[in-house]
């Protein structure tokens, strides 16, 4: 794609997210991003072969079978993917901390001495100043640029319409006396939670995944997946208990949307396109997995499997997809992200697109691990 193109693309990139930042995550938004990537993705097509030499002299060819590719998107920008902060940083809403976050989305263990619009300034000063002011304070946060932005329109901005003056005329934690803040409250922690009790968090298995197949569903008349071809492993007592994680709910959704959305258009029988004698035979596994990882320390696998799909790609210019992209934009700094399939060449790749060792980098491996389908890694840190 030549210079012109590219600024043209990055610039309706950044309209879009502009207005995803008005209206958040609406179903137009979502209609515009598909269009979006999908406009990418002819344009990477046709320029495929002019492409292939541009890409090559970006790559780092480490081994003959393992190589690695830079990602420097402008979401990379201000914020390195570090999953695991991330997730250490969102535990402050749940555990007893001196940044007084905690107090935000509880009452006090402590009623006595404590003093909410002190707690309130000392985090609009040190975390989320009111002027905004997003890349002053990147270094310190070190959260996305989003998260940031949730956090303070969301949680911060409605104890300011809400929660202050409450306090102010009552001397009370407003959280649960207020209507209006308390039910604010309680979709923010929804939004950072993923759990058991739908009550206060956002279940996984229960809520989130009838939710993206219902908005599938206004895309795709008819399609195989489904409730019925959606399998949870091992059983879902135990998936549910390994999926209870801090992250940013609204992204990992839409990142998971985008995996559906590409197994319903892209999938096949072993390379085969889908018909008659295959289409019934067509699954999805979804298994979660809570485990202590050597390098990265306890965390969740989340494994989606298009079972007995292939890829039709070569494995250096499928993480280039604007498909691809937007995944690894809703997952930035939230989880690592790792593909593994057989490719069109016959053998069978493992493309690490998000790896909190590897800084972002994408790192492209021919493996000699058997592969049951297009299989989507996602691992959460605890």
């Not at 989305?105 to 300034?121: C, I, K, Q, S």
């Not at 104890?159 to 102010?168: A, E, M, N, R």
């Not at 298994?287 to 007995?308: A, F």
Request: proline fraction near 3%; aromatic fraction near 12%; include cysteine.
């Amino acid at each position: 794609m030549d210079a012109r193109k590219i600024q043209f693309l990055i610039g309706i990139q950044r309209e879009i997210d502009k207005l995803e930042e008005q209206e958040g995550q609406t179903d137009r938004i979502e209609r515009l991003k598909s269009r979006f990537y999908d406009v990418v993705e002819v344009e990477e097509i046709v320029e495929d072969k002019t492409n292939q030499d541009i890409v090559q002299n970006q790559l780092d060819q480490t081994s003959e079978s393992k190589r690695k590719f830079s990602n420097d998107k402008d979401y990379t920008k201000y914020c390195p993917h570090q999953p695991k902060y991330v997730t250490e940083f969102l535990k402050n809403f749940r555990r007893v901390n001196e940044t007084g976050l905690r107090e935000l989305v509880h009452p006090p263990y402590n009623e006595e001495g404590f003093d909410l619009r002190a707690t309130f300034n000392k985090i609009e000063n040190e975390l989320f100043p009111s002027e905004r002011d997003y890349t002053k304070f990147s270094r310190d946060t070190r959260i996305p640029y989003w998260l940031w932005v949730h956090i303070r329109k969301d949680l911060m901005d409605v104890y300011t319409k809400y929660g202050l003056s409450y306090w102010d005329k009552n001397q009370k934690h407003p959280l649960f006396e207020e209507a209006t803040l308390t039910r604010k409250v309680q979709e923010f922690i929804k939004s950072i939670r993923f759990g058991n009790d739908s009550s206060v968090e956002t279940h996984f298995r229960e809520t989130l995944i009838p939710s993206i197949l219902n908005d599938l569903r206004s895309q795709f008349e008819n399609t195989w997946l489904s409730d019925s071809t959606i399998h949870f492993n091992p059983d879902f007592k135990k998936f549910d208990s390994n999926m209870v994680i801090m992250t940013d709910v609204r992204r990992i959704k839409d990142a998971i949307k985008s995996i559906f959305r590409l197994i319903i258009q892209k999938s096949n029988w072993k390379g085969e396109a889908l018909n008659d004698k295959n289409f019934h035979k067509k699954k999805v596994n979804v298994d979660s997995v809570y485990k202590k990882n050597e390098n990265k320390g306890l965390v969740t696998v989340l494994t989606i499997i298009d079972e007995e799909s292939w890829c039709d790609k070569q494995p250096e210019y499928l993480f280039q997809s604007g498909d691809l992209q937007g995944i690894v934009q809703n997952l930035w700094s939230l989880c690592d992200w790792e593909i593994a399939a057989r490719f069109v060449d016959g053998y069978t790749y493992r493309l690490d697109m998000l790896n909190s060792i590897n800084q972002g980098s994408v790192i492209i491996e021919k493996t000699d691990e058997t592969v049951s389908g297009f299989s989507h890694k996602l691992t959460f840190y605890h």
